[in-house]
């Protein structure tokens, strides 16, 4: 075993909290922090799921070992007893190592959309065989002409008395479904999202669940024209496929019947409301944002480990080169990402509860709260995902030339991740959803109606109405989170306050409602970005009042400083113009931000260490615990296919001959 860097252990030494108080905290408790790690051991150490390194595999052998580990995972998940979904996802990202996988759509969407969706009686039929994999699903809604406006879906599901069934059919080219993670060779069935028709009425998007390929021999059934898509930027192991339906019959009982209801006569009975279709895209969001927190904390992992033990340039003459981590430039470029990181961890916790609390009512038949749920999930998930993404680029680019090596781990991450800013709901159409609700929610709170939860900030609005803001003093204390939280939150109002008034404005001009919501996307999109902001910063804020280590909390403390102190420098234009803080407070924020790095300095590392990633996991070369780098980094080189003979076929085939004729 080789030693571990002294760089790196003096990191550690070096450190003002104990990482292990700080892990159990993100994990929730002492004890989570155990099973977590029983869990991933259990991966770790079998020797079914050893990980060939995938940058040397093709394509299909990509395909062909996932397909492999999930059979085998979804055999030891029984094998163990492990069925609580949290305890199944960490089982599962510890086999794929972060990769997303064939079985994704079946276990986050299909099972998913059966338990949220089915009847009591489709929930016998149809889950246990989806639980034991006899049935393998995806959830096939996306077509060829559209993936944002699902109510233009073109497939459509005819409902015949005659014989109690569905006729399925994708009836134009744009109509053929495109994208399902699964779809193309892995699934035998799908849910369809289709227009129903019944009686001669179309009622709208609803659920079917079709049969796609033969029980016995997998062979695609008939009517049913179905492939894989072709390579992509990333999710190499993935099967994204297309699905073609031409009069494909389905029995009625195979049409989603917990909410909306087609009678074996043909008549239609209506869904408490129509939005409970969406309900998995809502599920699946409100996920994508602890995904934000991960993606963000493992490439802090490796671009900060990594700085701590590769060393660069003269800082002064004559002395040896530093840790590129003493450089502020780069402790400027990771040091906020890794603010960035806590705080998405902690809001994914919160989205994640509010989730099951708000789906828990809808359960029970309430579903006033289920408004709030949607666009808080869809702002959140747009707003962490684009951080993040733009978070893993810029760890990338810290990490110098090694970075852009796949053994870095930091080009899979990205391009497996990449995609949360487009799938379950476009980034900019899911931050003007987030907008219509907090316009609808501006205009309530002027006519004089109380607003609860996140938005009830709106009801202050009226207080602050009347005053110009020149008049209001500047709120800000920057030393103090509090006043900070309150800055953000005084910002959403305004910006949420522009984005109205351009609507009225525009609709003055008498422009059409529609047209008025255009021309004022921009600032709409900005008000869903500052009011998400807000809860980022107010929720950070609100953990740090759970914690009772004193040494986690002041260190923590730091980075929600540095979060929410560098937000303002990016969006200084919003806060000048609020009256929010003045200019010669930029500057002091500034100088702050810089203690702020030579506080956050001697804890980077440890900190890092937190998230509690091991190698298998991290997967990266650059990101090591032991930081050693360039030992590691030259055997990854010498396995590279190219190098599996000293001269290469090519040199006989073309460079030789070549030589001959010159
Ligand atoms: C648990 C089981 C145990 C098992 C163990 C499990 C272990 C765990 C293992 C897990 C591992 C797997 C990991 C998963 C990996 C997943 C990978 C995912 C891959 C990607 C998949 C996909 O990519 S899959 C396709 C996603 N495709 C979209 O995402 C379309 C976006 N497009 C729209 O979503 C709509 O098109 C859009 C824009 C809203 C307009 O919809 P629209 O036109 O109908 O609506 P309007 O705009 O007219 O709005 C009318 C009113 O509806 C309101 N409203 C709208 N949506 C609402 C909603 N959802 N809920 C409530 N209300 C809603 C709105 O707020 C308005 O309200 P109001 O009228 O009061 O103002
Ligand atoms: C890796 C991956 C996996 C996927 N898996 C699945 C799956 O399993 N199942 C499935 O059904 N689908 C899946 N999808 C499809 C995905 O859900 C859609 O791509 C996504 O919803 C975006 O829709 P679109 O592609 O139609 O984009 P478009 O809507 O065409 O977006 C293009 C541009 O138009 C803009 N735009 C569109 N509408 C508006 C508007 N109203 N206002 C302002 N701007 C607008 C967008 O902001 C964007 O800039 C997957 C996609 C990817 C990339």
């Not at 080169?321 to 705080?343: R, S, V």
Request: aromatic share 10%; hydrophobic share 35%.
């Amino acid at each position: 075993l080789a030693a571990m860097n002294p760089d790196i252990c003096r990191e550690r030494e070096n450190a003002t909290f104990n990482t292990e108080t700080l892990t159990n905290m993100l994990d929730g408790s002492a004890e989570k922090t155990r099973r977590r790690r029983e869990i991933e051991s259990l991966v770790i150490n079998d020797p079914d799921f050893q990980h060939d390194d995938p940058n040397f595999m093709s394509r299909s052998e990509r395909y062909d070992a996932a397909v492999k580990k999930s059979s085998q995972m979804i055999m030891k998940l029984r094998d163990y007893g492990i069925s609580d979904p949290e305890e199944i996802y960490f089982y599962k990202r510890c086999v794929h190592r972060g990769f997303s996988e064939p079985l994704d759509l079946h276990l986050g969407m299909f099972l998913t959309t059966l338990l949220n969706q089915a009847s009591p009686t489709q929930l016998d039929t149809f889950f246990t065989p989806a639980w034991n994999l006899e049935i393998v699903g995806t959830y096939a809604q996306t077509e060829l002409g559209h993936g944002t406006h699902i109510r233009k879906l073109e497939t459509t599901a005819t409902y015949d008395p005659s014989t109690q069934e569905f006729v399925l059919n994708c009836p134009t080219v744009s109509s053929i479904k495109w994208w399902p993670g699964g779809l193309g060779k892995t699934s035998n069935h799908a849910i369809v999202l289709a227009q129903l028709y019944t009686l001669g009425k179309c009622h709208g998007l609803h659920a079917f669940i079709v049969p796609i390929r033969c029980m016995k021999t997998h062979q695609p059934l008939p009517g049913v024209t179905v492939g894989d898509i072709g390579p992509k930027f990333g999710f190499e192991e993935v099967d994204n496929g297309y699905l073609k339906l031409e009069n494909v019959r389905i029995p009625r009982e195979n049409m989603l019947m917990k909410y909306a209801q087609v009678e074996p006569d043909g008549s239609y009975l209506k869904p408490p409301s129509d939005k409970l279709t969406y309900g998995t895209m809502v599920f699946i969001r409100a996920m994508i944002v602890g995904e934000s927190a991960r993606a963000l904390s493992k490439s802090c992992t490796i671009a900060i480990r990594y700085s701590a033990v590769r060393h660069q340039s003269e800082l002064r003459p004559g002395e040896p080169e530093p840790q590129i981590l003493d450089y502020q430039a780069q402790q400027y470029k990771l040091f906020p990402l890794l603010a960035a990181a806590y705080a998405f961890t902690f809001v994914g916790q919160y989205m994640s509860d509010t989730y099951h609390r708000i789906t828990g009512h809808i359960n029970q038949g309430d579903f006033s709260q289920l408004p709030e749920l949607h666009a808080l999930a869809a702002g959140l998930k747009a707003f962490t995902t684009w951080t993040a993404n733009a978070g893993i680029e810029v760890c990338r680019m810290a990490c110098g030339g090694h970075g852009y090596l796949c053994c870095s781990g930091l080009p899979d991450i990205y391009v497996t991740f990449t995609p949360t800013c487009t799938y379950e709901g476009e980034n900019t159409v899911m931050m003007l959803q987030t907008a219509r609700f907090l316009v609808k929610c501006y205009r309530q709170a002027r006519e004089g109606q109380q607003l609860s939860g996140t938005v009830s900030y709106l009801n202050e609005q009226q207080r602050l109405q009347p005053q110009p803001v020149s008049s209001r003093p500047t709120v800000v204390n920057i030393n103090d989170l509090a006043s900070l939280v309150e800055a953000y939150k005084l910002r959403a109002a305004k910006l949420v306050e522009v984005a109205a008034k351009s609507l009225q404005g525009e609709l003055q001009r008498s422009i059409s409602q529609e047209d008025a919501w255009n021309n004022s996307s921009i600032e709409l999109v900005r008000a869903s970005d500052a009011h998400c902001h807000y809860v980022v910063v107010e929720l950070f804020a609100a953990k740090l009042s759970e914690i009772s280590d004193t040494a986690v909390h002041s260190v923590l403390n730091t980075l929600a400083l540095l979060y929410a102190l560098h937000g303002i420098t990016l969006n200084s234009g919003d806060f000048l113009q609020a009256g929010l803080l003045s200019v010669p407070q930029l500057s002091q924020i500034t100088q702050r931000i810089k203690a702020l790095l030579v506080e956050i300095r001697p804890n980077a590392v440890a900190l890092v260490d937190s998230f509690d990633y091991n190698d298998e996991m991290l997967n990266s070369v650059l990101g090591r615990y032991d930081g050693n780098v360039y030992e590691s980094m030259f055997e990854w080189a010498k396995r590279s296919p190219l190098n599996r003979t000293e001269v290469h076929e090519s040199y006989y085939k073309y460079m030789k001959p070549l030589r001959s004729k010159l």
